[in-house]
């Protein structure tokens, strides 16, 4: 009953946070001066269109960039009807983009996928190469073996992820004749699904699985690292070592059990993580995700696509929160009577 | 020749004179009789008519070759043969005249874009306009079988008999008035008026069809800027698929339907489903059928974009092959900073635009491995990097002193254009004012240099005359307001090579105490800052057309464009006739504006010339803006299987359509 009580309460500040973002998003998103057109119409008449000042009035109404800010925002999360009747963001439209010409789902669509698979790539990338690695390190403190995957863990956090990706797009290019850039080879990009095309696509995904999850990989190490060392030293892993427990079974059992907290308690920050986590990476290799589109979409005002793409993001790190904060109840019972108590 | 000129010119005064007495209306003249309408009669022999024809008229092959690509569907029905879809007097190119080979067909041409708007670049590259450039820069008929403009004032076109569009529905002056009618002059298409190169004098042209196969546009005055509008990398589309768009048009569909349909599309009116659907140069509606060579076939959003044959393509080589060569292009999204280890990986088969000399090495090294070469182009360009003082800024202290010639040129003369050009361009660039290139014709040496040699001496001297003479502790020049005389300069962020210009012209102006302050903007907003007379001055690139004729309108050099940074505010009230920004004041300036009137009302090409030059010396005189160094080479990758690429050329937008002109649909693999 309190946890029910609990969720409704969580509920009604989360819708009213993402109340808060999406005005705040929208109102940054139109701050610069100008809004897509103007951007557009330079553009015209550098390639030297001079018509184009005169159409920018009647396009401007067509889009209902003319409305007042206020309107704009009301209509957009469907709060009041817009040009075209009830349909925002509550209502389940996506609106529409000016710079593809299409409906925001059909640009994002396909992206927000791909930028699913790689993130998540990378996620499982550093937990399967982090883990071990860390209790390694932690049991075998000190050890060379400790002092050589510290080592390598501090170039992983300081080397500047872009320049790593070309460095190894060019090498992996040389030597195994993977094409540079992109999640497949240029050929497969209109062909239907087939085991080439997987293929080409789990051959393109090693560089940026690398590059994004190398960074997190070494910090991960270290926190881990420094996590079970707390433990490892407790009284109870004494005890339990006095009482016959094989080490396997003790480390994995107690030790390393309590030293996941922190990263239940991460959950809330890796789910957006793994929608807007890679948008430089994605830049530079040349990733058909969400990220490229966001920077774009801003660049050129190109308000309803990167609003949408904001929102989405928003709205992750909310529920993400909420999972990570229910998952840590459930699974430390200190939380729980910690909150029974207060 | 120059007498003849002007003894047609004479004689057609004298001939609209005399049927002014008469009171027959202008039209009259303009009227064909049965010989004209057919297309081969002479027109009046007192008018100075000019043909525009091939430069090389070759005989039409006895029998054509189609591409093997074609053959299926040809076999199966789903296209006629080949001489079933070329017009009757397909346009047969004469390749053995321009150093070209004879191709073979097939092929996929890999390029790249950086974002999917770039895709209009396909437009520009495939260059098919109703009369365009060749090579030497001499107008042709494209799209049209012939041209006949006389006095520049009456335009006949004549279409190709059988001419289609890539979806085999036919070309013909429907597709021209219904785009007049319907499109330039509706009011919910174009809510404020036609193109501006309908209008001369505030006077719409006269359109009449004569029939099937020819329009005719007519003015009371010459309108020189007409056919150099329509063979621009950006034309001005003066026609457009009828068959195609009609059903989209309130005139031709029930208005009820055509509003669901927009409501479908999430648009407020059947106007806005029109613009979108009615799509000639962006290549953003696989639908719209078109009469390039190439036809795309994606839609957008997606990462490999795929433009195939158009069946029904106009040109012919003379052993009577239907261009293009080449069976597909497979244009790629990709990020800018990866375009040069793309083609060192050997990953396209053409590709220019995006690279830059930075990556030259990269390009090199790569060459015998990938098995491509790279051509280095002159990029045709006033100045690589020019400075434009705003003559119309707001502050009223900036605003005399930037209107000062001698403060104009002491800026220029303190800059020594040989370190620029060692800095920024191996020292194989071009130094001197933002000026045409030696390659046009309108070029006169001394323009190059007047007023932009190195010469601090004279700087300070010139400066010292203008009355900035003390200065501030650290030796910065006063304004007479007791400011230091520090210049903001204004520049796109994005162009990295205009800021490293710029910090060394910061070390050169420091030497006669003037400070420079490098401001980097986005592009809209400089654009917007100038366009309100906010900036002092603005570095950007040069003349975007540095290789010019006569026949080209000199509006760049000519204070008639807002977008000018050197006198936005002039621009505007020039472009608004009248209604927004300030009239020009400076006497030469004044002069300038007259200059291109007097262009636009000409029809006599030395006249046209004569005008262009001293608008150039004019320019250079006055130091309207600061030139630098130009003839900056753009390095183009080309796949080693690729041929008829010329291995010199020149790379521009303007007027060349970068591979426009050097025409694409000949490019050919080998085996």
């Known amino acids: 009953m309190a946890l029910l009580r609990y969720l409704l309460r969580r509920l009604v500040t989360m819708l009213l946070t993402l109340l808060a973002i999406s005005a705040l998003v929208f109102f940054i998103i139109k701050l610069p001066p100008g809004d897509y057109l103007t951007n557009q119409i330079a553009e015209l008449a550098a390639e030297g269109d001079q018509s184009s000042l005169e159409k920018a009035q009647f396009l401007r109404h067509q889009f209902g960039l003319d409305l007042p800010v206020w309107e704009q925002y009301l209509a957009w999360i469907g709060l009041m009807p817009g040009p075209n009747g009830w349909s925002g963001l509550l209502q389940g439209n996506w609106g529409w983009s000016f710079e593809y010409n299409q409906p925001v789902n059909a640009v994002v669509g396909q992206a927000l996928l791909l930028t699913l698979v790689v993130n998540l790539a990378a996620v499982i990338f550093v937990h399967i190469v982090a883990i071990p690695i860390a209790i390694y390190s932690a049991v075998r403190q000190y050890s060379i073996g400790d002092y050589l995957v510290t080592f390598i863990g501090y170039i992983g956090l300081a080397t500047p992820s872009f320049l790593l990706a070309l460095v190894l797009l060019y090498y992996l290019n040389r030597w195994f004749g993977i094409s540079i850039g992109g999640l497949m080879d240029p050929a497969y990009a209109d062909q239907a699904w087939s085991m080439e095309k997987m293929h080409s696509i789990a051959a393109h995904l090693i560089v940026p699985t690398v590059v994004i999850g190398l960074a997190s990989t070494a910090a991960m190490i270290r926190r881990m690292r420094a996590n079970l060392l707390d433990e490892l030293q407790k009284q109870y892993v004494v005890t339990a070592r006095a009482k016959g427990l094989s080490e396997g079974r003790l480390l994995l059992k107690y030790p390393f059990r309590m030293s996941l907290n922190p990263f239940i308690a991460d959950i809330g920050n890796i789910l957006p993580h793994l929608v807007s986590g890679s948008v430089l990476v994605s830049l530079v290799l040349n990733l058909p995700t969400v990220g490229p589109i966001l920077l774009q979409a801003l660049r050129v005002q190109d308000q309803y696509l990167a609003g949408f793409i904001l929102m989405f993001v928003a709205m992750l790190t909310v529920i993400g929160m909420l999972i990570s904060d229910l998952a840590l109840a459930a699974l430390d019972p200190r939380i729980r009577f910690a909150g029974r108590a207060a | 020749m120059r007498t003849t000129l002007r003894c047609g010119l004479i004689l057609a005064t004298a001939a609209i004179a005399l049927c002014l007495a008469a009171g027959a209306s202008l039209a009259a003249v303009a009227d064909p009789d049965a010989s004209d309408a057919s297309g081969t009669g002479a027109a009046p022999s007192q008018a100075h008519v000019i043909t525009i024809a091939p430069e090389v008229v070759l005989p039409t092959p006895s029998s054509f070759q189609d591409a093997p690509m074609l053959a299926p569907l040809v076999e199966s029905g789903k296209l006629p043969p080949v ?552 390095p183009i990758v080309v796949s080693n299987r690729l041929h008829n690429v010329p291995e010199k050329g020149i790379f521009a937008f303007e007027p060349t359509s970068y591979f426009g002109v050097y025409r694409m649909e000949e490019f050919f693999f080998s085996e």
Do not use: C
Not at chain 2, 523 to 529: E, F, K, M, Q, Y
Not at chain 2, 530 to 553: C, F, H, K, Q, W
Not at chain 2, 565 to 580: A, M, V
């Open chain 2, 83 to 634: 001489a079933d879809r070329l017009p009757k007097n397909p346009l047969v190119v004469d390749l053995k005249g321009r150093n070209r080979e004879f191709g073979r067909y097939g092929g996929d041409l890999r390029s790249l874009v950086s974002k999917a708007r770039d895709l209009r670049l396909i437009t520009v590259n495939t260059y098919t306009r109703l009369v365009v450039y060749d090579e030497k820069l001499k107008l042709r008929p494209d799209l049209l079988a012939k041209v006949e403009a006389q006095d520049d004032r009456i335009f006949t076109f004549t279409l190709r008999e059988g001419h289609r569009w890539s979806d085999g529905e036919p070309f013909t002056a429907e597709d021209f008035r219904f785009y007049f009618e319907d499109i330039a002059n509706n009011k919910e298409l174009s809510p404020a008026g036609a193109e501006s190169i309908f209008f001369v004098d505030g006077k719409l042209a006269r359109f009449e069809v004569l029939d099937d196969l020819h329009v005719r546009y007519s003015w009371d005055k010459p309108n020189p800027l007409f056919l150099p509008a329509l063979a621009q990398p950006r034309p001005v589309f003066i026609y457009a698929p009828a068959h195609y768009l009609k059903p989209f048009h309130v005139r031709y569909a029930p208005p009820d339907k055509l509003a669901e349909r927009a409501a479908q599309a999430k648009l407020r009116s059947w106007a806005a489903l029109f613009n979108r659907v009615n799509d000639p140069y962006d290549n953003a509606n696989p639908d719209m059928p078109t009469l390039n060579a190439w036809k795309i076939v994606t839609k957008a959003p997606a990462n490999r974009f795929i433009f195939e044959r158009n069946p029904f393509f106009h040109r012919v080589d003379a052993e009577g092959r239907q261009l293009p060569y080449i069976d597909r292009l497979f244009i790629d999204l990709a990020t800018a900073s990866l375009f040069a280890p793309k083609a060192n990986a050997g990953e396209v088969d053409l590709l220019a635009r995006g690279l830059s000399m930075y990556d030259a090495p990269v390009l090199k090294e790569g060459e015998a491995e990938h098995h491509y070469r790279t051509l280095l182009w002159p990029i045709a360009r006033g100045s690589s990097y020019a400075l434009y003082p705003n003559l119309t800024t707001d502050d009223p202290v900036w605003r005399a002193l930037n209107r000062d010639q001698r403060f104009r040129a002491a800026l220029s003369l303190a800059i020594d254009r040989h370190i620029i050009n060692n800095a920024m361009m191996f020292g194989l660039g071009l130094e001197g004012n933002n000026t045409v290139m030696p390659e046009s014709p309108l070029d006169e040496e001394a323009n190059r240099t007047v007023n932009a040699t190195y010469n601090p001496d004279l700087a300070n001297d010139l400066l010292d005359g203008v009355g900035l003479t003390s200065r501030s502790a650290e030796g910065v020049r006063l304004l007479p307001d007791g400011r230091e005389l520090e210049i903001v300069v204004e520049v796109a962020g994005d162009s990295r090579d205009t800021i490293d210009a710029l910090q060394l012209i910061t070390e050169f102006w420091r030497d006669v105490g003037v400070k420079l302050f490098i401001k980097p903007q986005e592009p809209g907003v400089l654009r917007a800052r100038s366009y309100s007379g906010r900036t002092v001055m603005v570095a950007g690139p040069g003349l975007d057309n540095a290789i010019p004729t006569a026949e080209m309108p000199p509006y760049e050099i000519a204070p008639a464009l807002g977008e000018n940074y050197s006198w936005p505010l002039w621009g505007e009230y020039e472009e608004t006739r009248g209604k927004h920004g300030e009239a020009a004041d400076l006497p030469d300036a004044k002069r300038l504006l007259d200059l291109y009137h007097q262009w636009r009302q000409t029809s006599d090409g030395g006249e046209q010339t004569r005008i262009w030059k001293e608008m150039l010396r004019l320019n250079v005189k006055d130091v309207f803006s600061i030139g630098t160094v130009t003839r900056e080479l753009q």
